[in-house]
């Protein structure tokens, strides 16, 4: 296991119009590399060839096409191992992975946590190691996924399991989301110096090509109204949409998640 005084070595492949794929470089040996949600196996099997790279690992975090339709192409042509949620039914035979569980990149000598986290999909599950958090469509940069499968009460324990992380831990999401998602968080919170700051830093990446990506937990806990339900001004905005006093933080995440829906 590589010694967490090393960053982990991560680079985003594009995908589609915002998805990014994951790229892990190995700890002992930077050409062996794995991948997080492939949903096209085109992109990886580019930046494979480019920098004469090994493809050892698949991890996937939930079952949507955008994040897992590369898998197959992509074991049949290096045979890579594949891990993904023991909940939910990929396109090809995985090593199933719930909470608490561990991902074991042997040939890439890293090993990841498994935590359980629903709401996005039922069975949605995040890789968590080496300073570093994989997590799929559930936690975007100032944003959440969307409930597609999952309660509000779900989603908020997930993204609650996410803020009890290290605030240090770089977050890799699924999307490039983060503009659009601060259109929206300074509307819930017009008043955050944190988010206007951010949407400064946001904009300025955008602008040159760049991914806002990874964040940061702490980051998140600072401008993302999705991990601030219980703070007062959010609570306030979200019972002001409402027109009604919401006594819990998962009504008030529900509202906001709501609003977030229908908000352009
Ligand atoms: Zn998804
Ligand atoms: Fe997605």
Known sequence: IAANSRMLDVTPIAAFQDNYIWLIRGA???????????????????????????????LATHHHADHVGGVAALVAETGAAVFG????????????????????LDALGLEFEVLDVPGHTAGHIAYHGHGALFCGDTLFSAGCGRLFEGTPEQMLASLDAFAGLPEPTRVFCGHEYTLANLRFAMAVESGNADIVDYVRKASALRASGRPTLPSTIGLEKRVNPFLRSRHENVKLSAERRAGRVLPTPVAVFAEIRSWKDTFR
Do not use: F, H, W, Y
């Not at 949903?39 to 090994?54: E, H």
């Not at 939910?88 to 074991?104: K, S």
């Open 85 to 104: 949620p023991a909940r939910e039914r990929l396109p090809v035979e995985v090593t199933r992975l719930a909470g608490g569980d561990r991902a074991r």
């Open 28 to 58: 002992r040996d930077p050409r062996a590399v794995a991948v997080v949600d492939p949903g096209d196996a085109g992109p990886v099997q580019s930046a494979l060839a480019a920098n004469g790279m090994k493809l050892c690992a698949i």
